[in-house]
């Protein structure tokens, strides 16, 4: 079920030579939920933002390569 509650969740974008964001699977799953409903764009969206290397995951994925979720 579904909620009408949001919270607001920012993901910086690193400029040259900033380290990416580290956020768990779900942090990063959950911010881009509340952007769009579309379960695909969410996956595409989240997808690009790993292998961009704009965010690196911490927790329970961290040691996983980016292209082990394609």
Known sequence: ???NIRHTHTIPIPLDGDEPEQLTLLELVRAV???TDDEREV????????LSGRVRLCGNFRNHSPKDFS
């Not at 996956?43 to 790993?50: D, E, G, I, K, Y």
């Open 33 to 35: 939920s509340e952007e």
């Open 43 to 50: 996956v595409a969206t989240v997808r690009h933002m790993l």
């Open 1 to 3: 079920m579904r909620t």
